[in-house]
């Protein structure tokens, strides 16, 4: 039992002395890196020195007439308005895009009103008396401007619908207020109207046509039905039979353009 115990003790004390040297060692070569470490840091050329501060990249200047400022844009649009206000003439004959007025709603349909209008800047009217006018009374009838007579207003005509058809064919287009014509709202509206344009086909032309030269398609040739035209051709219109019906068809409009516009 002695000589158990005092192996064991001579193991523990070898153990003990063991762990410690190591610690010593670990504690020695953690120190020698943390030197090095920090010695190479003060060496950097970067230390005591800002960091870098972001510089932005100003692209070259445009110098293109296409590139407009604001004063450039304001000065063209004044420009565009003033191109047809006459200069020294009549408040209440200036076009309706050289003034602005102060419109009210509440007027009577149909009936004189009167507005209180002024000219735009760079616009110079004068009144009856040629003085020179800020402000002035304008008299028109009460009435949006969709609601003018066709003859007041222009629209885009469309040349790609049928005007031969039934039922009648309309088309949505863009119309706008002739200069001279006031109005209550927008100048510049939405309207559908009834497919009607012409390609210069003339009607007599037709009709003369194939009364004269129908058994040959003649009248099919003009009105641009070449198919047609070839079947009359070729079968001496149809015997004189389909001769008399394209007269009688043409005459009454029933027959028109291939293009489908209408007859002048």
């Not at 007041?152 to 200069?179: A, F």
Request: charged fraction near 15%; charge should be positive.
């Amino acid at each position: 039992m002695e000589v158990s115990y005092s192996t064991k003790s001579l193991y523990l004390s070898c153990f003990t002395t063991t762990q410690a040297h190591f610690t010593l060692e670990f504690r020695g070569m953690f120190l020698y890196l943390l030197n090095v470490s920090f010695a190479g840091y003060l060496s950097s050329a970067h230390v005591g020195q800002e960091p870098p501060r972001y510089t932005p990249q100003h692209s070259p200047a445009v110098s293109s007439s296409a590139v407009s400022t604001p004063s450039s844009d304001s000065t063209t649009v004044t420009e565009n308005y003033t191109a047809k206000c006459p200069s020294g003439g009549l408040c209440t004959k200036l076009p309706a895009d050289c003034f602005t007025c102060q419109f009210y709603y509440n007027c009577s349909y149909g009936k004189p009103a009167n507005f209180t209008c002024a000219p735009k800047k760079g616009v110079d009217c004068v009144n009856e008396s040629n003085q020179a006018q800020v402000s002035f009374n304008l008299t028109m009838d009460c009435q949006f401007c969709w609601q003018l007579d066709s003859s007041q207003y222009r629209c885009n005509i469309s040349t790609t619908c049928m005007t031969v058809s039934c039922p009648r064919k309309r088309y949505n287009t863009t119309c706008k207020v002739l200069d001279h014509v006031n109005c209550l709202g927008k100048r510049e509206f939405q309207k559908r109207l009834f497919c009607n344009w012409t390609g210069g086909y003339k009607w007599s032309t037709a009709l003369t046509l194939s009364i004269t030269l129908g058994g040959f398609g003649a009248d099919r040739f003009y009105l641009g039905q070449w198919r047609e035209g070839l079947g009359k051709l070729f079968s001496f219109g149809g015997l004189g039979i389909w001769t008399l019906i394209d007269v009688l068809l043409i005459a009454v409009g029933y027959v028109g353009p291939a293009d489908g516009s209408l007859y002048i």
